[in-house]
């Protein structure tokens, strides 16, 4: 089967950094994923990792370590509007549908 | 690009009562189709997925259940509710080439009183 771990909060300011880890476990594997979802809305899809590495999509970057099944999510000049929970994602190679960690939820302040 | 039509947005029904929640999806075909459940506060409970018409596989034994009568429509079924299956009921849709992007609907709040 597959699991995921991440933290259940984090707390940061605006206009700082903010790490959000990722550690799972699959039988086969082919990515790790990031979700984020507001309150009451439906998970939108933030970014990919198939291959180690750094992705960088404007503010938020992914990271993934295949050889230590971890990944993160980096946010960075952070803004009120990020505050939301964001969830990692893995989709193995022998199932054909996303398994989720149970979401981190992320309080920026002013 | 995709759409994906879920309703009703809210919904509340007494135990015992039955469940038939419809997802739509426009601009794909042969999509892999997903029912999540959501609790208050925590992760996707991945429910049903069903990767072509009548195949449906299910994750977590319960009180529900799924069917895909056409290529482009899931539907979620109960025959009698229970306080339980409260939660916040998702479909979602990927392509078949097992990239790890779903799309969601935009959910339906299931309160069961």
């Known amino acids: 089967g597959q699991s995921l771990e991440q933290p259940s909060e984090v707390t940061a300011v605006e206009g700082a950094i903010v790490q959000i880890n990722c550690t799972y476990q699959?039988?086969?594997?082919?990515?790790l994923s990031w979700y984020q979802q507001h309150d009451g809305g439906a998970p939108t899809f933030l970014s990919y990792?198939?291959?180690?590495g750094l992705e960088e999509t404007g503010r938020f970057s992914s990271f993934l370590s295949r050889s230590d099944s971890y990944g993160y999510l980096l946010l960075q000049e952070l803004q009120m509007k990020d505050s939301a929970s964001y969830f990692c994602?893995?989709?193995?190679?022998?199932?054909?549908?996303?398994?989720f960690g149970s979401g981190t939820r992320l309080q920026v302040q002013p | 690009s995709q759409t994906i039509h879920q309703w009703p947005a809210t919904l509340v029904q007494p135990v015992g009562s039955p469940l038939s929640l419809e997802c739509t999806v426009e601009?794909?075909?042969?999509?892999?189709l997903y029912w999540y459940r959501q609790a208050a506060g925590r992760g996707l409970q991945l429910l049903f997925y069903?990767?072509?018409?009548?195949?449906i596989s299910s994750e977590v034994p319960q009180n529900l259940s799924a069917s895909r009568p056409q290529d482009r429509q899931f539907i979620l079924s109960s025959k009698k509710l229970l306080l339980s299956d409260s939660g916040f009921y998702l479909c979602?849709?990927?392509?078949?080439?097992?990239?790890?992007?779903?799309?969601f609907g935009q959910g339906t709040r299931l309160t069961v009183v």
């Open positions: 994602a893995v989709r193995d190679t022998g199932r054909r549908a996303l398994t």
């Open positions: 699959t039988s086969g594997f082919y990515g």
């Open positions: 069903s990767v072509g018409i009548g195949q």
């Open positions: 990792n198939a291959l180690d």
């Open positions: 979602a849709v990927s392509s078949r080439d097992l990239l790890p992007e779903a799309f």
């Open positions: 601009g794909t075909s042969n999509p892999n």
